[in-house]
């Protein structure tokens, strides 16, 4: 019985693990091709059939060029500094409920690697952790525009984490619980949380942005000041991980976003499928529904950065502290007192 659970877990990781590379490489070309429908030309259309190919041929490019080593005196933070980046963007997919449940060879097999009841706790626990990778390459790399954009991404995460937590505060006081997939059953059919919190999808999604430094929040890789940010002074795979983990961060964030305000894998007429075709037809089709959320946010997320121009960092600052943050209080305010009038 053990073994299988151990075997059934690992290949729910190793799954999760490929979908998210997957995902992380072809966002490179999705990215490419959205820029160049909004600017009307083509984008890459050469590797493959409409440039399909695109994201293997940047990866064996990376792969095989030359690695440089600056001259810093901190020669293994400098190496170790995307190695955390990466690892911390692929360890919050641990606690994701993928879907709900599937009956496999008279065994219900839960699509999800963990199911802790801190995973809130556990989800911020990393994006925290996820910053010092960013710093220790940007100082480490003894180059003076990769400290700036370290500094600026450590000050403006802790700025846009606080409101993102507190944006949280109120789904987990509906919800009188920190499981992912409690929240996750919690909006079966179209009982989603979006209806119940717009305000606070509306602020854990700019957080998003700002947590990902993307537009308009990439004031960390600002290349009209600080060249290319954090990662100037890396090269071939090093420099890989570190557009990975943004890419990968992004595929996350989506995922937390359609988990947390868009149902998840639920949908309408999810009890009737499941009545009429049976619970694993209906569970598949509500994965599908999970991954077409995902790639919609994804879109936003790519559709943002082709059209809005970036803050200016006071800016940035004053959204975060003085806009975001109150917001965020009245939204744990007024929930508080719809539910204890509800009570």
């Known amino acids: ?3 299988a659970i151990i075997i059934e877990k690992g290949v729910i990781i190793v799954a999760v693990f490929a979908i998210t590379m997957l995902f992380a490489m072809y966002c490179t070309l999705a990215e490419r091709k ?3 429908w909004i600017q009307d030309r083509r984008g890459p259309n050469r590797a493959g059939p409409g440039g399909i190919l695109q994201p293997l041929a940047d990866g064996l490019k990376l792969f095989a060029k030359e690695e440089f080593m600056p001259n810093t005196p901190n020669t293994f933070l400098f190496v170790f500094g995307p190695f955390i980046s990466m690892t911390m963007a692929l360890m919050t997919s641990a606690v994701i409920p993928w879907g709900d449940t599937l009956e ?3 065994r219900k097999v ?3 690697a963990a199911d802790i009841n801190v995973a809130m706790l556990y989800v911020f626990a990393v994006l925290s952790v996820s910053v010092y990778g960013v710093m220790i390459g940007g100082w480490a790399s003894n180059n003076k525009y990769s400290l700036i954009s370290a500094m600026r991404v450590a000050s403006q995460m802790i700025s846009y984490e606080i409101a993102m937590g507190l944006s949280i505060v109120a789904i987990l006081m509906m919800h009188s619980s920190m499981s992912l997939r409690e929240i996750a059953a919690g909006q079966h059919e179209m009982h989603w949380n979006i209806f119940y919190q717009p305000l606070g999808f509306f ?3 700019i957080c998003s942005f700002a947590e990902t430094n ?3 929040f990439d004031l960390a890789e600002c290349e009209q000041e600080l060249i290319g940010g954090y990662h100037t002074e890396y090269s071939s795979m090093r420099m890989g991980f570190f557009l990975f983990a943004e890419y990968a961060a992004m595929f996350i964030s989506s995922t937390l976003l359609a988990v947390l305000y868009l149902g998840a894998y639920n949908y ?3 009890t009737w499928a499941a009545e009429n075709w049976g619970e694993n037809i209906a569970n598949i089709i509500g994965i599908a529904v999970l991954f077409g959320k995902i790639c919609f946010f994804i879109f936003l997320y790519m559709w943002v950065r082709w059209t809005i121009p970036r803050f200016r960092y006071d800016q940035l600052m004053n959204l975060g502290w003085k806009t975001l943050i109150p917001l965020a209080i ?6 508080a007192v719809v539910l204890l009038l509800n009570r």
């Open 104 to 106: 496999i060879g008279g």
């Open 1 to 3: 019985m053990e073994e």
């Open 268 to 270: 309408p007429g999810m």
């Open 330 to 335: 009245l939204n744990i305010v007024v929930t």
């Open 214 to 216: 993307r537009t308009p």
């Open 110 to 112: 839960v699509l999800q």
């Open 203 to 205: 602020i854990f999604l």
């Open 34 to 36: 959205i820029a160049a």
